[in-house]
């Protein structure tokens, strides 16, 4: 077998014996991976079709774009037959197939047909056979979402009235690091074993993850669980919120508890000088609590490598601020003022913006102003200017508060599946891993 990036040829003879060459590069094994998988027919089963009228079926469409698009080329629907031209397409394909066949038309009505039969739900078809031929077991599923931006100038649609069901490519949080571009979200659950997402479903570029996960868990869950098997969902901290864990109801599950939870808060500060002693580099607390109605067990979890990068990033950020505050010092004592009066009103207001620092020994300093000129004998300045005078020093009842504050990261708190669930399972999570 030769190696992907190597260039493969097939050579075949016509009935003057001459010879042509045609390449499949690494496009051979794709082919034979879909083969493999059995998506082509599939496909075709499912989808009501004219297989008299038509010359490329919808699952061999669907089979020439994911060669196309596994191709590392960045091409059109109506550049296809250019890409397959000079390509062993009775290996990749089928007999009869010819580059001409694979037109934008061809293609374009395939999708139009998926986008009619609903691609989440098609999606989910095709990936549980490959998940059955593949023999996978898939009892875990983990449900993330990521963004993906575009490039090109899409007219903005805030029209929440519309009924139909697209999705709207508009600004959002994004996640690839281009918050000027506008974007799309995809949404997917990835069995545990090989990483085959199990089910796709793409959304509006705004979408909120606490609500479009609770959407799919209502309206997908049970059939995936009837369809692969899925009986544990691992998910972010969008996933826990009393309306989606209600929503789960006896299906398992592990979550990480969001920092902002004020039960969390209170458990972690509860352990966090233990742990903080143990002289294990990995330690963690089992605690066993009610939240939304369900028995659950939380972990919280503490590791030295974590805390370490977490002093790390505090002392940066913590001398970053320091000669912050430096200078402004410097500029505050660079102020001149009309009156004692402003002066202390302005000593006030800057010694509330402090968050490393503190001022000690503040002095209002009344310098006269004169005129121009050599002054008279005994004579007296017509008006002063008001300066402040301060000794500002480390205050560490104040650093404490923000190494508190920047050390969240030292804790995790993990929610578990629900506590029956977990006792008699003896289910185990570490971050989202299991263990084998």
Known sequence: ???????????????????????????????????????????????????????????????????????????????????????????????????EHLNDDILGRALDAIYTYGPTEWFGLIAAQAVKRLGLSTPIGHLDSTSLHTDGAYADSDDDD????????????????????????TQFICENQAGIPVFMKSLSGNSNDQTDFRATIK????????????????????LY???????????????????????ARE????????????????????ICVTYAGIRQRWLIVHTHAARQRAEKTLRKQHLTLSEAESKAFKSLQGQTFACEADATAALQAFCQTLK???????????SPR?????????????????????IHGQSVGVVQEVANLFGKQWWRALGGVQFDAFQKQQFFSWNGVLPE
């Not at 919808?58 to 191709?71: D, E």
């Not at 369809?227 to 972010?236: I, P």
């Open 1 to 99: 077998m030769s190696h992907p990036s190597e260039k493969t040829d097939t050579a075949t003879t016509d009935e003057a014996g001459s010879y042509s060459v045609e390449s499949m590069n690494h496009l051979g094994l794709v082919a034979a991976m879909v083969d493999e998988l059995g998506l082509v027919e599939c496909i075709d089963q499912m989808m009501p079709q004219d297989f008299n009228q038509r010359t490329v079926s919808i699952g061999l469409a669907v089979k020439a774009m994911i060669l196309m698009g596994l191709g590392y080329v960045q091409r059109t629907l109506y550049l296809t037959p250019q890409f397959f031209r000079g390509k062993a397409l009775d290996r990749l394909l089928g007999p009869g197939i010819l580059a």
């Open 267 to 286: 458990m972690t500060l509860a352990v966090a000088s233990d742990l903080a002693c143990n002289p294990e580099p990995l330690s963690y607390r089992a």
């Open 356 to 366: 490393l620092t503190e001022v000690h020994e503040p002095q209002i300093i009344a």
């Open 370 to 390: 004169r005129k121009r000129g050599r002054p008279g004998t005994n004579q007296t300045p017509a008006t002063y200017d008001y300066l402040i005078q301060v």
């Open 241 to 263: 919120t009393a309306e989606t864990l209600q929503q789960l109801g006896g299906f398992g599950w592990i979550s990480r508890v969001p920092e902002t939870l004020t039960l």
């Open 219 to 238: 309206t997908h869950i049970e059939g995936l669980k009837e369809g692969v098997g899925l009986k544990y969902l691992v998910a972010d901290s969008a």
């Open 162 to 185: 519309d009924d139909e069901p697209v999705i709207r490519v508009t600004h959002g949080y994004s996640r690839d690091h281009r918050p000027d571009l506008k974007q799309v979200v």
